[in-house]
């Protein structure tokens, strides 16, 4: 009668072993899954953040090309107005 308690408790210990063995590779299975849907995301912003650096640097560009051209039209004008002479003292040379 010992044995055949002993043999139920071991039975009962198996079975809930087995069950805590699934329940673990379901998790695992479900972790993989979203481990995967991280790294996809991760990459997209990946490449999202490389597309956005580089408008940023186009931009950055653009703007330094129109500072400079801006520099360059007050500098002109600077030396038209130096070789007319003095002009109205309201007129602002500068654009900012």
């Known amino acids: 009668m010992e ?3 002993n043999l139920s408790r ?3 210990a198996v079975e809930k072993l087995l069950n805590t063995v699934a329940a673990t590779t379901q ?3 479900a972790l993989k899954a979203r481990l995967a849907d991280k790294d996809r995301e991760i990459a997209g912003l990946g490449q999202q953040l490389r597309t956005l650096q ?3 640097s186009q931009i950055e560009n653009r703007v330094n090309g129109l500072l ?6 007050e ?3 600077e030396s038209a107005e130096s070789a007319e002479g003095p002009g ?5 040379k500068t654009l900012f």
């Open 3 to 5: 044995n055949n308690d």
């Open 88 to 92: 109205p003292a309201t007129v602002e």
């Open 68 to 73: 400079d051209s801006i520099e360059k039209w």
């Open 75 to 77: 500098e002109a004008n």
């Open 27 to 29: 998790e695992n299975q």
């Open 54 to 56: 580089g408008e940023r």
């Open 10 to 12: 071991l039975e009962g």
